[in-house]
């Protein structure tokens, strides 16, 4: 059974970092974009950041130049490096997964693999 498992959430002081990291196993996803996604008390999934196999990058503006994705695919692992990071990143994170080598599809409709989501909680 296709799996997606985040880990690497907690709490963290404005200014600081974090990294995630999303493990799948089940079948093979190296040949699939994959992407992170998040969700803030009251509002919508919004896309944050995609990669495809080539490691081609795709990110939300909110988060440009203070994220970084990229992936391990010998160990079926993408990450999420999450720099200088504000108040506003505080939500949970789910990454996701989806056939194919484009990296600019941010509606969450379109990936097929979810995580269960791992809670990422910047303090002021």
């Known amino acids: 059974q296709a799996q997606l498992v985040e880990s690497g959430g907690g709490l963290v002081l404005a200014g600081g970092s974090l990294r995630l990291s999303c493990a799948a196993s089940?079948?093979?996803?190296?040949?699939?974009?994959r992407a992170w996604f998040r969700q803030a008390p009251g509002k919508e999934r919004e896309f944050v950041a995609a990669?495809?196999?080539?490691?081609?990058?795709y990110y939300a503006d909110s988060i440009k130049g203070r994220f970084t994705i990229f992936r391990d695919n010998a160990k079926n692992t993408v990450y999420l490096q999450m720099n200088s990071l504000k108040p506003e990143d505080t939500a949970v994170y789910y990454c996701?997964?989806?056939?194919?080598?484009?990296?600019?599809?941010?509606?969450?409709?379109?990936?097929?693999?979810w995580g269960q989501g791992t809670q990422v909680t910047v303090s002021s």
């Open positions: 996701a997964a989806r056939p194919g080598d484009y990296v600019r599809t941010v509606r969450a409709g379109e990936y097929d693999y």
């Open positions: 089940g079948r093979a996803f190296s040949s699939y974009a």
């Open positions: 990669i495809n196999r080539f490691g081609n990058t």
